[in-house]
């Protein structure tokens, strides 16, 4: 019979044949183990042939000197050890590959072996790969694992894929931002009087507390440095602590001498803040800051407290909402949690527990609606009335205030009866805006009269 023929019976023993004894040499490979390797390289040094270390077996002299190569560059690869300093465990790499992202974000495969004691929980991992768990976050994140041909049998090989994101704000260091509300609480005193029922509503008896003035939340974008040599003027603490100033100041005075409002609608938030304490967006977009976060947030809180004082003996009520914007939603959360513990004692400044993005307050017959306006602008009109359909049933004047455009606009809705208006911004464009040429729009704040029975009845400007 000539070589190569035969029954499809006999092809099929000679491959089963031919794998039996590739596995039969896969396992007497994997059968030495470590300390017969030592004892092999110390026969060796003392003179010892291979063939000599397994008498009886063909050619097993050179697998043996093959596994003692093999297990010395094992022995002597230094081990990458990447763990927390409560965690003792070995840990080094077999493979690295990473994905940087234009927004932070990093993609990464890795292999590795990881001790089997050692947890797989987020932390855990991130730690085995090299972040730490303070700085970021684990996205998503797929975990393998799978034996390999070792007499090691406290290690096991993991192939770890995902997504990671640095941590903003609103994952960490909250109490960095209660710490510098306590810092300038302890030198910014409570006028004893303010604490009280203001004497100038003993003697205004003129209020009339069917008028109501609306502050929107004022978008400062307080930290935001602009400079003449990159953008088309200068921007950075001390100009928006003019604008604020300025604005507030109009509306008192417009207030003293136009309609003696009983009644004081203020808003906080809308990008008040430029960044969070990383020089990010609340989403991680990078921005370029006018100082640190500890001195941008006790600035904030100066400008708001003292506002507010300003404010309570012209007003008879002052009521105090909350309206995150994009770019520091912790930070004005912070800010707005901190004046309502500030504040707490003053009779007539009432502060709400409800935080959520989108808000409504009633006067009268007057619903005012108010969101930042980040999101989809027609799905968000619709949701008003299935969100608050209590507050909507009860009003004939309907109004939802946005911002995040920094440009003033109008729109009547066809259904509802609701107008929508966009708020202007009073802060500079910065370099960014220039070049995306988001220049030319007018620096200016609104603020609105309503009458609890007729409704909205002026808009006024106040341009910086």
Not at 100 to 113: P, R, W
Not at 391 to 398: A, D, L, N
Request: glycine fraction near 6%; hydrophobic fraction near 35%.
């Amino acid at each position: 019979m000539r070589r190569g023929s035969g029954t499809e019976k006999d092809l099929d023993l000679r491959i089963k044949t031919k794998m039996s004894k590739k596995m039969k040499k896969f396992k007497s490979h994997a059968a030495y183990t470590d300390a017969f390797l030592e004892e092999c390289l110390q026969k060796r040094k003392n003179g010892v042939k291979w063939n000599d270390m397994s008498p009886g077996l063909f050619r097993e002299g050179e697998k043996i000197r093959k596994a003692c190569d093999k297990y010395l560059k094992r022995k002597n690869r230094p081990p990458r050890v990447v763990s927390p300093s409560n965690i003792n465990t070995e840990r080094y790499w077999i493979k690295n590959e990473e994905e940087h992202c234009s927004n932070g974000d990093v993609n990464f495969t890795k292999k590795m072996f990881l001790n089997r004691d050692v947890s797989k929980d987020p932390d855990e991992i991130l730690v085995a790969l090299g972040y730490d768990p303070n700085k970021w976050s684990i996205v998503s994140w797929k975990v393998s694992e799978w034996d390999v041909p070792s007499a090691s049998t406290d290690k096991s090989c993991y192939a770890v894929s995902g997504r990671i994101r640095p941590k903003t704000l609103t994952d960490m260091r909250d109490v960095d931002y209660f710490n510098a509300a306590k810092e300038f609480f302890a030198t910014h005193k409570l006028d004893a009087q303010t604490s009280a029922k203001p004497k100038f509503g003993q003697t205004a008896p003129a209020w009339q507390r069917d008028f109501l003035i609306e502050i929107p939340a004022i978008e400062l974008h307080l930290g935001k440095r602009a400079h003449i040599t990159d953008a088309p003027e200068n921007y950075d603490i001390k100009d928006a602590e003019r604008c604020f100033n300025e604005i507030i100041d109009t509306i008192i005075g417009y207030s003293k001498a136009v309609h003696m409002t009983g009644n004081c609608l203020l808003v906080i938030g809308n990008d008040f803040f430029n960044a969070e304490f990383n020089n990010q967006t609340t989403n991680g977009t990078p921005q370029q800051n006018d100082g640190r976060y500890k001195k941008l947030f006790i600035k904030g809180m100066e400008l708001y407290t003292t506002a507010i004082e300003k404010l309570i003996p012209v007003f008879d009520k002052i009521d105090v909402r909350l309206c995150q914007g994009n770019h520091a939603q912790s930070a004005e959360f912070y800010l707005y949690h901190s004046l309502s513990q500030y504040f707490r004692n003053v009779k007539n400044v009432g502060f709400s527990d409800n935080y959520r993005t989108t808000q409504a307050y009633v006067f009268g017959d007057c619903g005012i609606f108010f969101t930042h306006g980040d999101e989809n602008e027609k799905r968000t009109i619709a949701s008003i009335p299935a969100e608050f359909p209590e507050e909507w049933g009860k009003t004939k004047f309907r109004e939802l205030h946005l911002g995040h455009l920094h440009k003033e606009g109008a729109t009547i809705t066809e259904m509802g009866g609701m107008i929508t208006r966009r708020i202007p911004s009073p802060c500079a464009a910065d370099d960014w805006h220039y070049n995306k040429r988001f220049i030319g729009n007018q620096r200016c704040h609104q603020f609105f009269v309503w009458s609890a029975t007729q409704g909205l009845i002026a808009t006024n400007y106040v341009n910086v």
